[in-house]
């Protein structure tokens, strides 16, 4: 039995504001997360809240009475596990969450780290939509309409996007929106791309050296929810003569970062 409350990183709140018994009440709730559907017995919540019985019944008692938690079975072999009342919270919180708003902070401090065109995608049907963009500093500003409809094979957006895709889906959507060749660099086989996209996933970002543009150069990364799916990709775009001094892998590790940053605000797991 893993012990209370030490499963999601705890803020620093004055002692004085701090209520015990909804403390324990929420270390409850931590308890029975990892538990399988068998739920938890009365005498494991006591061991793992460090009380008595007593006390761990009136906790689970009173969640019970809420929602969070639900009874399993009956006297001896009465277990408890998590209620719906949670699962209705959730829907909640995942409602509220607006990506774009949730990404825009990381994407302006992307762009002020590097000083290139940071922009916000999804895959919508079988195009990478651009949703959101932070424009970098000068007189150079990159094509990229929000709402705009892009092919996703010559994009670092849309390469990302695509590389969480079956292997099926992929072909799918060559099927509808071919390969066209945008400049000489243009991936326009469909066996490379997959082998592009293979490099994709080993490296966890996505490059377009001069596939959609002459001259520009665009490096993506994933975007994840709270189910660890990718629903969105992040990408730098600038000039390929202004590479930074870390050069592609530094740009890579830049992207992958805020990416992170951004997928832990919509509760991706670690990793």
Same mark, same amino acid.
């Given at each position: 039995m893993a012990t209370a409350g030490k499963s999601t990183p705890e803020l620093e709140i004055d002692a004085r504001y701090r209520v015990r018994s909804v403390e324990r009440a929420l270390d409850v709730l931590e308890l029975l997360a990892p538990a399988d559907a068998d739920g938890c017995s009365l005498a494991d919540l006591a061991r793992g809240l460090g /009380? *008595?019985?007593?006390t761990a019944l009136a906790l689970v008692r009173t969640l019970t009475a809420r929602g969070f938690?639900?009874?399993?079975?009956?006297? &001896?072999?009465?277990?408890?596990?998590?209620?719906l009342a949670l699962a209705r919270l959730g829907d909640l919180?995942? *409602?509220?969450? !607006?990506?774009?708003g949730v990404a825009l902070p *990381?994407?302006?401090?992307?762009?002020?780290?590097?000083?290139?065109?940071?922009?916000?995608?999804?895959?919508? !049907?079988a195009y990478a939509v651009m949703i959101g963009r932070v424009d970098g500093p000068g007189v150079v500003r990159f094509r990229s309409n929000l709402a705009q409809h892009e092919l996703p094979h010559c994009s670092a957006i849309g390469k990302t996007l695509l590389s969480h895709l079956p292997e099926e889906r992929v072909r799918e959507i060559v099927e509808r929106t071919g390969l066209p060749? &945008?400049?000489?660099?243009?991936? /326009?086989?469909?066996?490379?791309?997959? &082998?592009?996209?293979?490099?994709?996933r080993a490296r966890q970002y996505a490059v377009d050296d001069e596939e959609d543009s002459e001259g520009v150069f665009c490096?993506?990364?994933?975007?994840?929810?709270?189910?660890? /799916?990718?629903?969105?990709?992040? *990408?730098?775009?600038?000039?390929?003569?202004?590479?930074?001094e870390g050069g592609i892998d530094g740009l890579g590790q830049v992207v992958r970062r805020y990416a992170a940053e951004i997928s832990t605000s919509l509760g991706a797991p670690p990793g």
């Open positions: /009380t *008595s019985k007593s938690v639900a009874e399993v079975g009956s006297g &001896r072999g009465r277990r408890y596990v998590l209620g919180v995942l *409602s509220q969450i !607006d990506l774009v *990381s994407l302006r401090a992307m762009t002020d780290e590097t000083g290139w065109t940071s922009r916000l995608g999804v895959l919508d !049907d060749g &945008r400049t000489a660099t243009t991936i /326009t086989d469909v066996e490379a791309l997959l &082998r592009d996209l293979e490099q994709v490096v993506g990364a994933a975007v994840r929810d709270h189910r660890d /799916t990718c629903v969105a990709a992040i *990408s730098l775009t600038g000039l390929k003569l202004t590479l930074p």
